[in-house]
């Protein structure tokens, strides 16, 4: 455990969102580049980008050396107005815990978090960066995580794309009462999740755009939505003529770097009142559409805001879901070790097995050779479960372990 690591800057460490904005430019090549190059050996990464945290989980090869890995990534890094924090050891499964179960979430158990970390395992994966351990490290994550999801109250809004709508409702005064458009932009999680919310809470005229048309028409005719490209939207010509009511609301949840939405197009559109939902970082909103009157925009930061004034009830509901995420440390921590120590263990239950075999085939020509074939079969069937009886203390037996050595070493820092 002393091998893990992760850089990360995310929406705890700032008041404004904007500061992360330097390391959205960053992306899974450029990565892989850096660490490549550096002079450290790294046996596994994981790059994790989203609307509001840029994480690099590791594992190096020398514990001895991860600050001086730090460092190097940090001259190799954009330059942040912020420190990125640097955790190592065996709070990075703790962190790795709160992360994939929603509790380190701008907003309290959001469900897209995990999907975007499996997609970031999935990627290294596809790349080879990812060795088996640190690999089975993330599935017992991912389990876990689940479990302690189960202790969030269900109550309260589970991601980005439920708040951002949300807003947008209370805005609008409901979206039942509205026939005119809602256009969505965006192929990701949060666009998706935007369309379902929006479909579910009475929005009728929903509009699906995406850069890409043929990445959404599937999921777009499964909602019984209209797909567009794009170029499609932005052709003011052809969007009037197919479809010529009035647009009430854009949210736009894409990855691009430079804001899509300028405001000349924005004057352009068939629109009296339009409220815009930028659920995008960097945003994709350029920032003289505040100019127009006739805009109303809700981004990330608003949101961050939002829930900032409701933190002493996510506070109460993370302290409910914390309380069972020391024991969920335990079993993956267990997990792991088994994991790692499964070879070598393999080879000595063999030998066991194979020992134990013949003793009892010598038994049964000697000792025990007036027992039936039945009786026989009982023996033999014990033994079995014996063993496998054997193979589940040696985790419980781990897992107990790990237990009293972390409280006795709590215990002595006090």
Not at 57 to 64: E, W
Not at 241 to 251: E, Q, R
Request: glycine fraction near 4%; charged fraction near 30%.
């Amino acid at each position: 455990m002393n091998r893990l690591g992760v850089i990360k800057i995310s929406h705890e460490m700032v008041d404004n969102l904007e500061f992360l904005t330097p390391w959205k430019d960053l992306d899974f090549y450029v990565i892989k580049n850096k660490i490549q190059q550096s002079p450290y050996i790294i046996d596994g990464f994981v790059f994790l980008s989203t609307c509001n945290r840029i994480e690099i989980i590791y594992k190096i090869h020398n514990p001895k050396e991860h600050i001086n890995f730090f460092q190097y990534m940090l001259k190799e890094l954009p330059k942040t107005a912020i420190q990125p924090e640097h955790i190592t050891g065996r709070p990075v499964i703790t962190h790795l815990l709160k992360l994939c179960s929603g509790l380190e979430s701008m907003v309290l158990g959001e469900t897209e978090i995990r999907y975007q970390v499996k997609e970031a395992v999935k990627k290294s994966l596809e790349e080879n960066v990812l060795d088996s351990s640190l690999n089975q490290l993330f599935q017992s994550i991912f389990r876990e995580s689940k479990e302690i999801r189960k202790y969030i109250p269900s109550n309260i809004p589970l991601s980005i794309s439920s708040l951002g709508v949300r807003n947008l409702e209370e805005k609008l005064g409901g979206f039942a009462s509205h026939d005119e458009y809602f256009i969505v932009i965006g192929s990701g999680p949060i666009s998706k999740s935007c369309v379902e919310y929006i479909k579910k809470w009475g929005g009728n005229e929903v509009i699906w755009v995406n850069r890409t048309k043929e990445k959404i028409k599937e999921y777009a005719d499964r909602l019984k939505v209209p797909a567009l490209s794009l170029n499609e939207f932005f052709d003011i010509g052809y969007f009037k003529k197919n479809f010529p009511k009035k647009i009430c609301a854009i949210v736009s949840a894409t990855s691009s770097n430079e804001p899509i939405l300028k405001k000349d197009f924005i004057q352009s559109l068939n629109s009296d009142k339009l409220i815009i939902v930028d659920l995008a970082m960097p945003s994709d909103v350029e920032d003289n559409v505040q100019e127009l009157k006739h805009v109303q925009i809700i981004n990330l930061q608003i949101i961050k805001e939002h829930l900032e004034r409701n933190r002493k009830r996510r506070e109460e509901a993370a302290k409910n879901a914390l309380n069972i995420l020391e024991e969920s440390l335990y079993r993956v921590e267990t997990n792991w070790i088994r994991s790692i120590t499964t070879p070598v263990l393999k080879e000595i239950q063999e030998k066991i097995h194979y020992h134990s075999r013949k003793r009892l085939e010598s038994l049964f020509e000697g000792h025990l050779k007036h027992l039936s074939n039945k009786d026989k079969r009982i023996l033999y069937d014990w033994a079995i479960k014996f063993h496998r009886d054997m193979n589940r203390i040696h985790q419980i037996g781990i897992e107990k372990i790990l237990y009293h050595y972390y409280k006795y070493k709590e215990n002595n820092k006090t």
